[in-house]
């Protein structure tokens, strides 16, 4: 499953650059998940975040 912590989420917007079939920005400012699909773009994601903030 793959998840995005809130607590380091920093709202830098990679991930949803990255892989925006998965990850989008929220009204909070943060990454969110908006389905479980694993493409390979979720790995890059995750290796991109600069706070580590994604994991699965």
């Known amino acids: 499953m793959i998840k995005v912590n809130k607590k380091k989420c ?3 917007g990679a991930c949803a650059s ?3 079939e998965v990850f989008e920005m ?3 400012g943060k990454a969110h ?3 479980q699909k694993n ?3 979720v790995k890059e994601a995750i290796e ?3 706070v580590k903030a ?3």
């Open 26 to 28: 929220g009204d909070d």
């Open 48 to 50: 991109s975040c600069p």
């Open 54 to 56: 994604i994991s699965k």
């Open 18 to 20: 990255i892989c925006p």
């Open 10 to 12: 920093i709202g830098c």
């Open 39 to 41: 493409l390979p773009c």
């Open 33 to 35: 998940v908006k389905n």
